[in-house]
């Protein structure tokens, strides 16, 4: 029997390691590519904005290429809504969660795509407002559904009669 055991847990042994193996082999692979698009996406960012900022330094090493691929997307050209509106409506949601980095990071870059105090302020509004009545239906509870339904027909009623 013990021959048997002897061979058993050897066999045992090479099965487990012909799983391991790969799995280590894998894993340095896997951390030798997230180094190499690490620094390529550090070194974007540094050429883009002169200096490491800090959102995108505290972000995981692993996980800062995808950010940033992520963040130049969604800034980048093929946005649909033009530069001045996209920070308005970030410093907006920024307001309503209360991230005070958001909202001077939100608030100089709206500023520097042409945006007056004026505009900041009514987005400001508009985010307040928009909370306000959020808290009004849902505190209240008002029915989803007929929310939509009311909504809806209101919609129908003020473009016909926008059209006379």
Known sequence: M???KK????????KRMIFIIPLILISITLSAQD???YEKAKNEILEQFGAMPAHFDAYPKYALAGAWESFKQINGPGSKIPPKYRELIQLAVATESGCEYCIYYHSAS?????????????AIAQAAQT??????????QVDYEVFKKEFDSMMKYMSEKAKK
């Open 131 to 140: 909370r306000h009545w959020s808290m009004i239906l849902k505190g209240n």
């Open 2 to 4: 013990k021959t048997f």
């Open 7 to 14: 061979v058993y847990s050897f066999r045992t042994y090479i």
């Open 110 to 122: 709206a500023k520097a795509f042409g945006a007056t105090d004026e505009e900041i302020k009514e």
């Open 35 to 37: 180094t190499n698009t």
